[in-house]
T-cell receptor, first 110, second 112 residues
């Protein structure tokens, strides 16, 4: 079983819509959580770290639920430029590596 | 702000040749990670270094080796290249304690 599971989508939403992605992780010792976006053939770019209290950055809100072992990303007022693959990334306390989900593909339609 | 630098950006090799990929982390970052991403796949962890010592190991083939040097840059050495080694190779760096990893632009390796 993969350390991190994501719904690969694709999610096709109209401009201005709100879309949410969830990601589950299997190891309760997971320590750090991140959302990255990756555009085709480019490197993953850090979108936001996910804190226990949740955090918000403009149109983006991330939440962590340790009891249920999932993290979420909410995108409000979707823009065409939000079209990308969103990767959920988790780091274990005992390992010095980051585990990636398979990514969720988002296409925002005019 | 300075980012992670990788070189070369593109590399074409023949089967059974060797390749060396270089990674220069963000200044003051002491941890380097190597990932391999095949077409349509998520990044797969290869190996990481902290303070010039190997700190974790993933699905890195025995034909590959890596190290981190005194200036914290890292090199991934790949020998006896196979067609299946064709992929994007990303390097990421972070600062111990802070943790947020930042990725370089990647090296696209094509093995013919």
């Amino acid at each position: 079983r993969k350390e991190v599971e994501q719904d690969p989508g694709p999610f096709n939403v109209p401009e201005g819509a709100t879309v949410a992605f969830n990601c589950t992780y299997s190891n309760s010792a997971s320590q750090s959580f991140f959302w990255y976006r990756q555009d085709c053939r480019k490197e993953p770019k850090l979108l936001m770290s996910v804190y226990s209290s949740g955090n918000e950055d403009g149109r983006f809100t991330a939440q962590l639920n340790r009891a249920s072992q999932y993290i979420s990303l909410l995108i409000r007022d979707s823009k065409l430029s939000d079209s990308a693959t969103y990767l959920c990334v988790v780091n274990l306390e005992t390992r010095n590596q980051f585990y990636f989900g398979t990514g969720t593909s988002l296409t925002v339609i005019p | 702000a300075a980012g992670v630098i990788q070189s070369p950006r593109h590399l074409i090799k023949e089967k059974r040749e060797t390749a060396t990929l270089k990674c220069y982390p963000i200044p003051r970052h002491d941890t380097v990670y190597w990932y391999q991403q095949g077409p349509g796949q998520d990044p797969q962890f290869l190996i990481s270094f902290y303070e010039k010592m190997q700190s974790d190991k993933g699905s890195i083939p025995d034909r590959f080796s890596a190290q981190q040097f005194s200036d914290y840059h890292s090199e991934l050495n790949m020998s006896s290249l196979e067609l299946g080694d064709s992929a994007l190779y990303f390097c990421a760096s972070s600062r111990e304690g802070t943790g947020d990893p930042y990725f370089g632009p990647g090296t696209r390796l094509t093995v013919l």
